[in-house]
């Protein structure tokens, strides 16, 4: 059935990867994006000479970008230029004990004896365990589409000896006593939107991936690595149409995909859906009955938390940074709790600092620093807030707290920018403004996650953080390889 005519909704990197793949394969590939720059998430903010990545920035698992130019005949450094990110992290506690994140063996290991000599040796076991959830979680499972209870129930043997019913916190734990270090090595959940007191112990192989593979920055920002992928579908014949919002599709009686912008309806054979999950069936396929039950299954799911982000730049520079730094509030399970079942935004907070004029210095004006800080906060249907009120005054106090780290810093700020949960859902159609969709618990994995196909309205499949593998830059990228491979053997696809 060659020569199929494909739209994809939504330029995220599930998106872009998606249509490349699609492209590459020979379906005539439409992309449409509602705003006015490609990147969904990871949008790009420009003012007074400084530019803000809006979202991902830590990018990880090289090889699955690759995979993508790779299926359309090129090369991902003929696109983008990925600058390696040492520490990968800079981890800082409120008592001023210090953790650089390496991926180097012995310099991690030094880090850890600074700490707590006594858990070298359950670090060591810890690793050799992350190594084991890797080549089972990632390396086999993360592009394989679970469309069957029974493809689930052939890895649960391969799950249950890994131990994927604990969850990080709880793994990390068994390995090692040192509570500083149980953060340290439990909080990259986070970066996917999960809680490391409920995320399956699975997660766990983020640890080994990084240390595998590095933490890298794109030269020019996140955007040039969306700006990368545009080029790569374009080069490859693929559409994009900006500024291009889907009103609604419907399903004809031959089984095609009837999209409809401001610019008309087009007829389409394969819709693949980068949108928000609830998004997509809720409003986009509004009209059709069989979507309804999926909704209803949606509202009953858990969402992940959703983030508070202040994008700012300063006119001064600032020394010892770290391009990555997770500042620790005075709490970590009683905030978590707060964050992820709280009904108030909590007094405390923990804060993710993002500097990447330490990588690119390229990034702000000669002379200056960009920024963003984000804090994680519950989701708009947990806690019901007047962020258009709060929002400013919450700025306010993370600024404020950020001058232990960065000294005068509300002084030397020159341009500022507030991004809410509310904006989470009114600009990026985000059920309950949650920042990264379906919470990543075991229960909402693999087979129980919506899946890549959709099971009921046939040609429509979905890519992105709501569907497996889960969000973060590798997840979407891999959900795309999952999507696309499924759509390649439904339609006769072949490279």
Partial sequence: MGNIRAAVIGSGFGGLAAAARLQALGARTTLFEARDKPGGRAYVYE????????????????????????????????????????????????????????????ALEEQICRISPTDLDGYRRFHAYTKKVYAKGYSELSATPFLRFWDMVKVVPHLAALRADRSVYATVSKFIRSEHLRQAFSFHPLLVGGNPYQTSAIYTLIHHLEREWGVFFPKGGTGALVRGFVKLLTDCGGDVRLNSPVRRIAVDASGRHQVTTDAGTEAFDVVVSNADLHHTYSNLYRDEPRAARTVRRLEKMTWSMSLMVIYFGTKIRYPDLAHHTILFGPRYNGLLDDIFHGGKVADDFSLYLHAPTVTDPGMAPPGGEAFYVLSPVPHLGNADIDWDTFGPVYADRILEALEAHLPNLRANIVTRRVFTPKQFQSELNAHHGSAFSVAPLLTQSAYFRPHNRDGRISGLYLVGAGTHPGAGVPGVVNSAKATVGLIARDFGLKS
Avoid at 50 to 63: C, L, N, Q, W
Avoid at 84 to 95: A, G, I, K
């Fill in 47 to 106: 003012d007074q000479g400084f530019t803000f990545d809006a979202g991902p920035t830590v990018i990880t698992a090289p090889e699955c970008l690759e995979e993508v130019f790779v299926a359309a005949g090129k090369r991902l450094k003929d696109y983008v230029e990925l600058l390696p990110v040492t520490p990968f992290y800079r981890l800082v506690w409120p008592d001023g004990t210090r953790f650089d994140y390496v991926g180097e063996q012995a």
